[in-house]
C-alpha cells in the first residue's frame, strides 16, 4: 500500500487531482473490506483454536485421572500453546493491516476536502495575489522609509 506518494496535491492542476481522486480513493478504500474480512477469519480460527485446546486440556486431564483444571489453569495452558500465539499474531497482524486501511480511507477523504478547499482558493482568486516584483520593491522602500522617519533620520 504505497499509497503517500498520491496524497501531494498539485495546486495548479486541480482539474487532473479531481479526475483521479475518486479512482485513488476506490484503489485503496476497496481494500478496507477485504482487510476486515481478514481479520475476522483470523479471529474466528484463533477462537476455533481456543476452544479445541479448552477441549483438548480438559479432556487429557480427565484421561490422567485428575479432576477438571481450573479456568486460570486451562487459559494459561492456551496462552503458552505455540500454535495458539501464531494464531494470535496472525490475527493481530491482519487487525493492523485493517486498521492501516481505514486510515488510508480516511486520508483519501481528507485529500478530497483538500482538493475543495483548493478550488474555493482559486475561485476567490487567493493564488492571484502574489507580488510582481516591481510591488516587492515599492513596498520595501516605502519600509525603509518608514524605518529611516522613526530612527529620526
Same mark, same amino acid.
Given at each position: 500500500?504505497?499509497?503517500?506518494?498520491?496524497?501531494?496535491?498539485?495546486?495548479?492542476?486541480?482539474?487532473?487531482?479531481?479526475?483521479?481522486?475518486?479512482?485513488?480513493?476506490?484503489?485503496?478504500?476497496?481494500?478496507?473490506?477485504?482487510?476486515?474480512?481478514?481479520? %475476522?477469519?483470523? /479471529? =474466528?480460527?484463533? &477462537?476455533?483454536?481456543?476452544?479445541?485446546?479448552?477441549?483438548?486440556?480438559?479432556?487429557?486431564? #480427565?484421561?490422567?485421572?485428575?479432576?477438571?483444571?481450573?479456568?486460570?489453569?486451562?487459559?494459561?495452558?492456551?496462552?503458552?500453546?505455540?500454535?495458539?500465539?501464531?494464531?494470535?499474531?496472525?490475527?493481530?497482524?491482519?487487525?493492523?493491516?485493517? %486498521?492501516?486501511? /481505514? =486510515?488510508?480511507? &480516511?486520508?483519501?477523504?481528507?485529500?478530497?476536502?483538500?482538493?475543495?478547499?483548493?478550488?474555493? #482558493?482559486?475561485?476567490?482568486?487567493?493564488?492571484?495575489?502574489?507580488?510582481?516584483?516591481?510591488?516587492?520593491?515599492?513596498?520595501?522602500?516605502?519600509?525603509?522609509?518608514?524605518?529611516?522617519?522613526?530612527?529620526?533620520?
Amino acid at each position: 500500500m504505497d499509497y503517500k506518494k498520491y496524497l501531494k496535491i498539485d495546486k495548479d492542476n486541480l482539474d487532473e487531482e479531481c479526475i483521479n481522486q475518486p479512482v485513488l480513493y476506490d484503489e485503496y478504500a476497496s481494500q478496507v473490506p477485504d482487510l476486515i474480512h481478514e481479520m %475476522e477469519i483470523c /479471529k =474466528i480460527e484463533m &477462537e476455533e483454536l481456543r476452544a479445541d485446546l479448552y477441549k483438548q486440556n480438559v479432556i487429557n486431564a #480427565l484421561e490422567q485421572g485428575e479432576k477438571k483444571p481450573t479456568e486460570k489453569a486451562i487459559e494459561n495452558q492456551i496462552i503458552l500453546d505455540k500454535s495458539f500465539q501464531t494464531a494470535q499474531d496472525d490475527y493481530y497482524e491482519a487487525k493492523k493491516k485493517a %486498521e492501516k486501511g /481505514k =486510515i488510508i480511507r &480516511e486520508t483519501f477523504m481528507q485529500r478530497k476536502e483538500m482538493i475543495r478547499g483548493l478550488i474555493e #482558493l482559486h475561485n476567490s482568486t487567493y493564488f492571484c495575489r502574489a507580488e510582481t516584483k516591481t510591488d516587492k520593491s515599492v513596498k520595501e522602500s516605502y519600509d525603509n522609509k518608514k524605518l529611516k522617519r522613526r530612527r529620526g533620520q
